[in-house]
């Protein structure tokens, strides 16, 4: 059995996600930076084919960092409406290193186009149809493009989909199918699966290898334990899609200018090395102290053929280097290329050597601008979706109870505006009373309302400690 038959079987068409994985496959070229029909040809020099291999600048490598670092790094913040659940929540994202995961997984899903989150409960034990959760952990993970398999979808939003995973265990890999589905109630359930073999042929795991594995759990509600991440740009190939669109799919032939003038870059001084052409005679030893003229082994000496002179020599028509032009194309392409995967110009500069990214302020009229803030509300839904599983997961089947009825996502907004002045014109404003207390510590202190109340209430019990400190409460109630 393979895939297409096991889901078949389900009473899934898994078509669509067979249709995509040719682009799947050439964008995860593209992120690898070696495609094998463009980095590897060959060139004909007359006499017979010569294999040749194109050096790779990794620019789509690039650009799905830079994304990925942009939209969540350590700066951002998630924080719910009390402390003691933000607190909560916190511990279970760094027991999980959810920072790491979800950074990777953006960088993964915007090369790909797609990726997801994913949230299930480890070391959960049944009785019979009793489950205790004495020892229960929340997972997060992430799951790449290749492994998911949308199921049901409507406006290209994924409803109920698949993941399917291996592991290698004592040099048998085992196939794990885990289909989040809706049952009649409305609410998630995850039927899982384990195998053993390839993808392309399986058998079902036997009752020993199966030891332990909890083949259907019903979340007991229609929160989704998954959520999709992918860039938020239209896509151009197929709109009925549920899949997402590469953030370089629509740069392909610019990656390939950029490889060709980095490349050609490497040859131009490959090429043009200078070589110092001597008669034969002299790689041999003289006659005095038996020791060679040359060193046999230094490269840049090229012993010519008995017979021959420089005279007899076919000359190249220009010894000088071109490297200022390659330097010049490459970063060309380089703006292109930033312009097409929305950070507008010069985003990126070729120094000769390696590419380096822009830094400093970015004005909020700009494209990068737009296109950060326009990635970031599909990214918040995303989040705010996963959190919202983690919380329910760790109250319900979990130790610990997350309320996740509100949700604030604080993104990094420091590329974006110079928030050090920022937060002194705000602070002027406030002694001025043109701004309100509440608003600063609620945009430059990253506080909900109910913190901001709490530390406000703390301020004036201060206030009012040191005015009875210095003795001025008389003289106030006097007035």
Known sequence: MNLQQFFSNEGYDISEKLNWEKYIDIWSSWY????????????????RKVKMEKKSLQGAKKVAEDWADLLFNEKVSINLQKDEDTKALNDILRQNNAEVIINQGLEKSFAIGTGALVVSV??????????????????????ECKKIIPLTWENRKI?????????????QTYIYIAMHVLNDKGNYVIKNYMFKGKYSSFVEANDEEKEGFLEEFDTQSDIPWFSIIKPNICNNIDSETPFGL??????????????????????EVTIGRRR????????????????MVFDPNDISVYRMPKGFNKDSMIEHDDANLRADQFISTVNYQLNILSSKVGFGQERYKFDGQAIQTATGVISENSDMFRTIKKHEQMLEDSLITIIKAIAYASTVFGNVSIDASVVTIDFDDSIIEDRGAEKVRAMQEVS????????????????????????????????????????????????
Do not use: P, W
């Not at 070696?34 to 020099?45: A, Q, T």
């Not at 149809?129 to 993970?141: C, P, Q, R, Y």
């Not at 799919?249 to 040859?267: F, M, R, S």
């Not at 110092?276 to 020791?291: L, R």
């Open 32 to 47: 690898r930076g070696k495609v094998r029909r463009f980095h590897n040809y060959y060139i004909y020099n007359g006499q």
């Open 122 to 143: 480890q070391d959960i034990e049944q009785e019979e149809n009793i489950l205790d959760v004495t020892n229960a952990k929340i997972k997060l993970e992430f799951v």
């Open 159 to 171: 409803i109920e989909c698949a993941f399917v995973t291996t592991k290698h265990k004592k040099g």
């Open 246 to 267: 590469s953030v370089y799919a629509n740069a392909i032939d610019t990656l390939k200018c950029l490889d060709n003038a980095y490349d050609g870059l490497d040859n």
């Open 276 to 291: 110092t052409f001597i008669a034969e005679e002299m790689m041999t030893y003289d006659d005095g102290e038996g020791k």
């Open 432 to 479: 001025q009373n043109l701004r309100s207390k509440e608003s600063y510590m609620i945009n430059y202190r990253n506080l909900n309302e109910q913190q901001v109340k709490k530390e406000l209430e703390k301020i004036q019990q201060e206030k009012m400690s040191n005015q009875e400190a210095f003795g001025f409460t008389e003289n106030i109630k006097e007035e």
